[in-house]
């Protein structure tokens, strides 16, 4: 699924004549292949899963914002500019984010399912929406609303 909109996003941006866009998606796909390459090397031929893949990208994006840190840090607007411009293709190519009324059905179905009765369930909830809705929930904000939901 993710592989196709990295194929999609590159023609898309190559009809556009986008070189910001071509680049970064091109960059993309040059760390997908090599994550593909070394989980051949496991065993794995058909390459790395959409769960490994999300990771990847959220990966570039933490990569991007700290150098966006260090570029500011040192009067690089040029850098700050470019490393910007990335993350923005990166979140495009990321599948939407839940918003605050999806992640909270989303935490009590989580509840249900793992039959959460108090606080030491916790890890339970938190691992079934990881399992669900990895790349699209933010964990830090969905363990506060879960903590409170099983207190």
Known sequence: MLRARFSEALKDAMR????????TVRMMLAALKDRDIAARGKGNAEGIADLEILQMLQSMIKQRRESIEMYAKGGRQDLVDQETA?????????????????A??????AIRDAGAAGIKDMGRVMALLRERFA???DFTRASAMVKQALS
């Open 104 to 109: 909270a059905a989303a935490i009590a179905e």
């Open 16 to 23: 556009a004549k986008d070189a910001v866009t071509v680049s």
């Open 86 to 102: 990335e993350i923005a293709v990166v979140e495009r190519v990321l599948p939407q984010p839940l918003d605050e009324a999806a």
């Open 135 to 137: 790349g699209r929930m």
